[in-house]
Protein backbone atom coordinates (compact mmCIF):
# COMPACT_ATOMS: atom_id res chain seq x y z
CA UNK A 1 0.00 0.00 0.00
CA UNK A 2 1.25 3.33 -1.04
CA UNK A 3 1.47 5.76 1.83
CA UNK A 4 2.94 9.23 2.51
CA UNK A 5 3.16 11.61 5.19
CA UNK A 6 4.39 15.07 5.89
CA UNK A 7 5.23 16.28 8.92
CA UNK A 8 7.40 19.45 9.87
CA UNK A 9 4.81 22.50 9.83
CA UNK A 10 4.77 24.60 11.98
CA UNK A 11 3.98 28.67 13.22
CA UNK A 12 7.11 30.96 11.97
CA UNK A 13 7.91 34.46 11.47
CA UNK A 14 8.09 36.05 8.29
CA UNK A 15 11.22 35.92 7.41
CA UNK A 16 12.15 33.17 8.78
CA UNK A 17 12.78 29.25 8.03
CA UNK A 18 11.22 25.23 8.06
CA UNK A 19 12.10 22.46 6.92
CA UNK A 20 9.02 19.91 6.44
CA UNK A 21 9.41 16.32 5.28
CA UNK A 22 7.52 13.69 3.23
CA UNK A 23 8.65 10.13 4.13
CA UNK A 24 6.97 7.41 1.95
CA UNK A 25 6.25 3.74 2.00
CA UNK A 26 4.43 1.29 -0.24
CA UNK A 27 6.75 2.52 -3.33
CA UNK A 28 9.92 2.47 -5.29
CA UNK A 29 11.77 6.15 -5.31
CA UNK A 30 13.62 4.82 -8.14
CA UNK A 31 10.14 4.81 -10.36
CA UNK A 32 7.80 7.34 -8.40
CA UNK A 33 8.66 11.60 -8.78
CA UNK A 34 7.49 13.81 -5.45
CA UNK A 35 5.41 16.85 -5.76
CA UNK A 36 4.63 19.11 -2.99
CA UNK A 37 1.70 21.48 -3.26
CA UNK A 38 -0.52 23.72 -1.13
CA UNK A 39 -3.79 24.59 0.26
CA UNK A 40 -4.96 27.88 1.45
CA UNK A 41 -8.43 28.33 3.19
CA UNK A 42 -10.57 29.66 0.60
CA UNK A 43 -7.96 29.19 -2.18
CA UNK A 44 -7.15 26.13 -5.07
CA UNK A 45 -4.45 23.99 -4.34
CA UNK A 46 -1.14 25.18 -5.57
CA UNK A 47 1.57 23.28 -6.78
CA UNK A 48 4.77 24.33 -5.21
CA UNK A 49 7.71 21.66 -6.28
CA UNK A 50 8.68 18.68 -7.65
CA UNK A 51 11.33 16.63 -7.82
CA UNK A 52 12.25 13.15 -9.41
CA UNK A 53 14.85 11.32 -6.87
CA UNK A 54 16.13 9.56 -9.83
CA UNK A 55 18.11 11.44 -11.37
CA UNK A 56 17.81 14.70 -9.14
CA UNK A 57 15.68 17.11 -11.65
CA UNK A 58 13.46 19.49 -10.42
CA UNK A 59 10.71 21.77 -10.66
CA UNK A 60 9.44 24.76 -8.54
CA UNK A 61 6.79 27.14 -8.60
CA UNK A 62 7.15 30.65 -9.40
CA UNK A 63 5.62 31.63 -6.30
CA UNK A 64 8.29 30.37 -4.01
CA UNK A 65 11.39 29.78 -6.87
CA UNK A 66 14.64 31.32 -5.03
CA UNK A 67 12.72 30.91 -1.44
CA UNK A 68 12.23 26.82 -1.69
CA UNK A 69 14.67 24.27 -1.70
CA UNK A 70 13.52 20.41 -2.37
CA UNK A 71 15.53 17.81 -1.83
CA UNK A 72 15.17 13.60 -1.37
CA UNK A 73 16.76 10.96 0.79
CA UNK A 74 16.27 8.05 -1.40
CA UNK A 75 17.80 5.60 0.84
CA UNK A 76 15.39 6.78 3.98
CA UNK A 77 12.35 7.37 1.61
CA UNK A 78 11.95 11.27 1.83
CA UNK A 79 11.62 14.38 0.54
CA UNK A 80 12.30 17.55 2.21
CA UNK A 81 10.60 21.24 1.45
CA UNK A 82 13.43 23.46 3.05
CA UNK A 83 11.75 27.14 3.05
CA UNK A 84 13.38 30.24 3.99
CA UNK A 85 12.65 33.82 3.27
CA UNK A 86 8.68 33.18 4.17
CA UNK A 87 6.17 35.14 3.28
CA UNK A 88 2.74 35.35 5.47
CA UNK A 89 1.00 34.08 2.23
CA UNK A 90 3.06 30.72 2.05
CA UNK A 91 0.98 30.10 4.91
CA UNK A 92 -1.34 27.04 3.64
CA UNK A 93 -1.43 23.36 4.43
CA UNK A 94 1.16 22.33 2.65
CA UNK A 95 0.63 17.78 1.01
CA UNK A 96 3.13 15.97 -0.35
CA UNK A 97 2.10 13.37 -3.37
CA UNK A 98 3.65 10.87 -5.58
CA UNK A 99 3.25 10.38 -9.33
CA UNK A 100 5.28 8.01 -11.84
CA UNK A 101 8.43 9.32 -13.29
CA UNK A 102 7.29 7.93 -16.49
CA UNK A 103 4.84 11.27 -16.79
CA UNK A 104 7.36 13.71 -16.34
CA UNK A 105 6.67 16.64 -14.69
CA UNK A 106 3.03 16.65 -16.38
CA UNK A 107 0.77 15.67 -14.10
CA UNK A 108 2.53 17.50 -11.36
CA UNK A 109 1.26 20.64 -13.16
CA UNK A 110 -2.02 19.51 -13.97
CA UNK A 111 -2.25 18.51 -10.35
CA UNK A 112 -3.17 15.18 -11.05
CA UNK A 113 -0.95 13.12 -9.16
CA UNK A 114 -1.37 9.22 -8.10
CA UNK A 115 -1.21 9.24 -4.80
CA UNK A 116 -1.70 11.53 -1.93
CA UNK A 117 -0.72 12.34 1.63
CA UNK A 118 -2.14 13.99 4.98
CA UNK A 119 -0.88 17.39 4.88
CA UNK A 120 1.43 19.46 7.23
CA UNK A 121 -0.08 23.13 8.36
CA UNK A 122 2.49 25.81 8.33
CA UNK A 123 1.84 29.41 9.57
CA UNK A 124 3.71 32.31 8.97
CA UNK A 125 3.00 35.19 10.91
CA UNK A 126 3.41 39.03 10.02
Known amino acids: EVQLQASGGGLVQAGGSLRISCVGS????????IGWFRQAPGKEREGVSW????????HYGDSVKGRFTISSDNAKNMVYLQMSSLKPEDTAVYYCACVKTTWGIEKFILGVMDYWGKGTQVTVSS
Open 26 to 33: GFSFDQYA
Open 51 to 58: INPSDGST
